[in-house]
């Protein structure tokens, strides 16, 4: 690209690059705060905070066990499956300390689709909260997992809080299933045997792999981005940068309520707030909006990232009253559009600007951020942050001009190195010259801000997750009952779109509750649809393929 016209908007003092070499791994950066901030609350989660000094000495003796104990070999990979606990940040530094690869998994996955991301991955262990094991049981045999170390919700948490929290999940919410895993070590236990070993974080280089992060397929599967250490230093040195003016030098609290095995979460409120010696306030389940609530009214916090939908819930709350925003100075909104009303209350509501970000899991993944200052809600996704290069191309990727309507694509440092074993998926989006095709459709104006106004792909969003209709079809076409079946997202207030069906049955006794019933078996709760509508048939190409945009046009309406 010849020109950068959004340099010209960048806020004073912003540099066009960022220092990527800072840092040798995403380790590194954790060695080095965890000693600057010793002292300093890391991460609170039920009433308990460790420091970063805490931090870096469970993650040590982790680290030591997964290295010594169970002799994982550099660039093993190690999956990750449980919510917003103490335990899940310690998990994921103590893999990458150890040299290993973290594997991100999704602790709602049905069977299906965790046997599907183990063997993918390849995986030789698993690191998972006990509510889940029950999952893990029925597939593992499966798959390559020799390793199983599980927690319980409460195992970092203050005597005798831990105590009557486990009790309250196991015996009173009944809320983690009968499991068989022979074999399987405490998260406590390994941490004693950790104990036995002297452990130094094991060398990693820019080029080494950081994170497999599973991203939704448009062929049918999951499919993992490669994220090297390079990846994820940039993107942290990116966002902090960007963000540095908004936050200064304090060391205050951020609200960690996306859970940490969403890429947004990951790097933003656990890598880049770690630079600033933050703590994070990790929410377990943001999901019970009431205990979400009541959470943040009595905790002082500046910051806050978030999807639409959870600002929303937020702003709906009859205790909103009762949240001090008085400290309260960052809103970021990522992972899907945010709505102009949503944004409009949250400034009446907090006095601050709810800022918009852009991008995506390939991406690490910040690509656009509004500038920090902005006074209102300007429906653009932003301006391309340091290092970072957009370009509005055609479909024979060449690059158009300001204003005109193409793919938005990507260059960058933070721009992931492809597909897991998918060499054919990674030459579809990834040029020779490294533009990153988004798949999203939208122009760039004179002043360098980018606003989409379409998807390419047939991807929905459903509060900040990706659902590719082509698994959801492949599952439900499974039924014996389905003849054919076309998937397409339907807006939706809450979380921005729901999963739509539009069903040809070959047996009139097929009912939506049944079906519906069916898919929970197979995906996760936010794949399933929320709406089916049964047809007696489906438009098509001459070729039989199944138009996706006539369905949108017809049953989800403008």
Not at 465 to 484: C, D, G, M, Q
Request: glycine content about 6%; overall charge neutral; proline content about 5%.
């Amino acid at each position: 690209m010849t020109t950068r016209p959004w340099l010209k908007s960048y806020p004073a003092g912003m540099p066009e690059q960022i220092d990527v070499n800072e840092f040798t791994s995403v380790a590194d950066i954790f060695d080095t705060h965890v000693k600057k901030y010793a002292s300093l609350p890391a991460y609170s989660n039920f009433g308990t905070t460790i420091t970063y000094a805490e931090t870096d000495a469970y993650t040590t003796l982790l680290g030591a066990y997964l290295k010594n104990e169970l002799k994982l070999k550099k660039g093993d990979r190690v999956a990750v499956m449980m919510p917003n606990l103490l335990q899940n940040p310690i998990a994921i530094f103590a893999i990458l300390r150890a040299g290993l690869v973290v594997v991100n998994t999704n602790p709602l996955y049905t069977a299906r689709e965790l046997k599907h991301q183990l063997n993918d991955s390849g995986a030789k262990a698993i690191i998972i909260v006990d509510n889940f094991c029950h999952v893990l049981q029925s597939v593992i045999a499966e798959t390559e997992i020799k390793h199983v170390i599980t927690t319980e919700m409460g195992d970092l948490l203050k005597f005798p809080k831990s105590l009557v929290l486990n009790l309250v999940v196991k015996y009173v919410k009944k809320i983690v299933p009968a499991y068989s895993l022979p074999g399987a070590v405490n998260f406590k236990q390994a941490l004693k045997l950790g104990a036995q070993h002297k452990f130094e974080t094991v060398p990693t280089s820019h080029s080494d792999i950081a994170f497999l992060q599973y991203t939704g397929g448009t062929t049918g599967v999951s499919k993992g981005a490669i994220l090297t250490n390079r990846n994820m230093v940039a993107n942290m040195q990116q966002a902090y940068t960007w963000i540095h003016d908004a936050i200064g030098e304090s060391h205050e609290t951020i609200i960690t309520a996306l859970p940490l095995y969403h890429i947004f979460s990951l790097t933003a409120n656990c890598l880049t707030f770690m630079k600033y010696g933050w703590l994070n306030h990790l929410i377990t389940n943001p999901r019970d909006i009431n205990g979400f609530v009541k959470e943040l009214s009595r905790t002082r916090f500046s910051a806050m990232t978030g999807v639409n939908t959870l600002f929303n819930h937020i702003l709906n709350h009859p205790d909103l009253n009762k949240i001090d925003f008085s400290n309260f100075r960052v809103a970021l909104g990522g992972g899907m559009a945010v709505q102009p009303v949503v944004a409009q209350r949250w400034k009446q509501a907090t006095g601050t600007t709810l800022v918009e970000a852009y991008g995506l899991t390939e991406t690490s993944p910040a690509a656009c951020i509004n500038p920090m200052d902005l006074k209102e809600y300007n429906g653009k996704i932003g301006l391309p942050i340091p290092s970072t290069e957009v370009s509005i191309q055609d479909d024979d990727w060449n690059q158009i001009a300001l204003g005109e309507i193409g793919e938005i694509c990507v260059r960058g440092p933070q721009v992931m190195q492809g597909y897991w074993q998918r060499p054919k998926e990674t030459s579809n989006v990834l040029s020779n010259d490294g533009w990153l095709h988004t798949g999203d459709i939208g122009f760039m104006d004179d002043a360098g801000y980018v606003q989409i106004v379409d998807r390419k792909k047939d991807m929905i969003l459903v509060s900040g997750f990706n659902v590719y209709p082509n698994e959801v079809e492949a599952f439900i076409a499974e039924h014996p009952s389905v003849v054919e079946v076309g998937v397409i997202g339907a807006p939706d207030e809450n979380s921005g779109e729901v999963v739509m069906a539009i069903v040809v049955k070959n047996d009139p006794a097929l009912s939506e509750d049944e079906l519906r019933q069916y898919c929970r078996k197979g995906l996760t709760n936010y794949k399933v649809p929320k709406r089916i509508i049964f047809a007696d048939e489906l438009p098509k190409t001459n070729v039989g393929k199944i138009l996706r945009r006539e369905l949108r046009d017809k049953y989800a309406g403008p």
